[in-house]
């Protein structure tokens, strides 16, 4: 088990470039989550995958943002046109089963700055 | 709409105290309730867990119980340690909806 693993753990871009991060689970979980948190509040919740098809998505979760996992394995989150606004940790977790019930594994998380 | 609404911080408490970190939840139906904990350096990771009234979870001395009366979920320990120093989350799952939720984190600092 070698974790969650996040890439890159920092990212500085200015307004209006387009962002990509990646998350790689725990290798046999069939679950993969993505939340953003900001200073001061609690992870909120963008979009979860059951294999590889997305499942739910947070109204939070703008026309700019996309996530993909195309096998089922690593998950990208891509943000188009960044703003201000979108300075935050993005978070990944992951866990096993269908059910929602299952420890959620967190990664170490991604930290936007938007110039 | 669903949220968790969690004791604001920060906590400084001497080792050996009681902890009481308070969390309460609005939600339409019957989520599973979490408690998450942030060690300083650490990614967050699962404390404990109740998925139905009435159920206790437990681990490394903490507690709370899911309180379907007071739409609770109260984290409890008898004695804290110096390593418990840590932010603690709140967080509701409601199925179906499939939605998310945190509060927005206690920071706990025990002192020796």
């Known amino acids: 088990d070698t974790g969650v693993s996040q890439d890159p753990r920092h990212k500085i871009t200015k307004r209006g470039q387009n962002v990509t991060f990646r998350c790689d689970p725990i290798?046999?979980?069939?679950?993969l989550y993505w939340y953003r948190q900001t200073l001061g509040q609690g992870p909120e919740f963008l979009t979860y995958?059951?294999?590889?098809?997305?499942?739910?998505k947070s109204r939070l979760l703008s026309d700019r943002f996309s996530a993909e996992r195309p096998k089922g394995s690593f998950s990208t989150l891509e943000i188009q046109r960044t703003e201000q606004g979108d300075s935050a940790m993005y978070l990944c977790?992951?866990?096993?089963?269908?059910?929602?019930?299952?420890?959620?594994?967190f990664g170490d998380g991604t930290r936007l700055s938007i110039l | 709409g669903d949220s968790v609404t969690q004791m604001e911080g920060p906590v400084t408490l001497s080792e050996e105290a009681f902890l009481t970190i308070n969390c309460t939840y609005t939600?339409?139906?019957?989520?599973?309730l979490f408690w998450y904990v942030q060690y300083p350096g650490e990614g967050l990771q699962l404390l404990l867990k109740?998925?139905?009234?009435?159920d206790k979870g437990s681990n490394k001395g903490f507690e709370a119980t899911y309180r379907k009366e007071t739409t609770s979920f109260h984290l409890e320990k008898g004695s804290v340690q110096v390593s418990d120093s840590a932010v603690y989350f709140c967080?509701?799952?409601?199925?179906?909806?499939?939605?998310?939720?945190f509060g927005t984190g206690t920071s706990l600092t025990v002192i020796p």
């Open positions: 290798s046999e979980h069939n679950r």
């Open positions: 109740a998925t139905k009234a009435d």
């Open positions: 967080a509701l799952i409601f199925v179906p909806g499939n939605q998310f939720y």
């Open positions: 939600a339409t139906g019957y989520p599973s």
């Open positions: 995958f059951q294999n590889e098809a997305q499942l739910e």
């Open positions: 977790a992951s866990s096993t089963g269908t059910g929602f019930n299952q420890p959620q594994h």
